[in-house]
């Protein structure tokens, strides 16, 4: 409870996901995340297993700062200004199955990138910079990753 009351301090809300474990789901409720909302969130860190940052404003630093979260598995970085080379630091993220960049300014180059994601199971990139064309090149090379966006 002390700890919930701490990240409530700095809008997050959260949530542990079952009774029987302290893995956490947390939500920024805020409008603007800022370095000092994060050194809190990274106190959890190793306890982090599902994390929302969508429409936080996050930025390309703050993002590597995610790569300590080594349990997490479910992330949501929608609706911020970031684009593929920001999120580089996930390669980190060895048990991340779901990652949403819906809204964001990820382009085709992120396809590289998540190849080498060996636990990613599903990514949500519709209104980004990459086109419905070159979702439909790239899924045969997707085999064991749901790639959701901009389909017809």
């Known amino acids: 409870s002390e700890a919930f009351s701490e990240l409530e301090k700095h809008n997050f809300s ?3 996901l079952s009774i029987k474990n302290s893995l956490l789901d947390i939500r920024y409720n ?10 809190v969130l990274e106190r959890y860190a190793p306890y982090i297993t ?15 700062r995610l790569s300590k979260m080594e349990n997490l598995t ?9 684009d ?3 999120i580089t630091p996930l390669l980190y993220l060895e048990h991340l199955e779901i990652l949403n960049l819906h809204s964001t300014q ?34 045969d090379q997707f085999n064991s990753i749901e790639i959701i966006g901009n389909l017809e």
């Not at 805020?30 to 050194?39: A, C, R």
């Not at 599902?50 to 590597?64: A, T, Y």
């Not at 990514?123 to 899924?139: A, G, L, P």
């Open 14 to 16: 959260c949530r542990n």
């Open 30 to 39: 805020g409008s603007k995340i800022n370095d000092t909302d994060l050194e």
């Open 50 to 64: 599902w994390l929302n940052l969508s429409e936080s404003q996050l930025k390309k630093n703050h993002v590597k």
């Open 74 to 82: 479910r992330l949501s970085l929608q609706k911020n200004f970031i």
């Open 84 to 86: 593929t080379e920001a």
């Open 106 to 139: 990820v382009d085709k180059n992120l396809f590289d990138l998540i190849k080498s994601m060996n636990s990613l199971k599903k990514v949500f990139i519709w209104n980004t910079n990459i086109t419905s064309d070159q979702i439909k090149n790239q899924k």
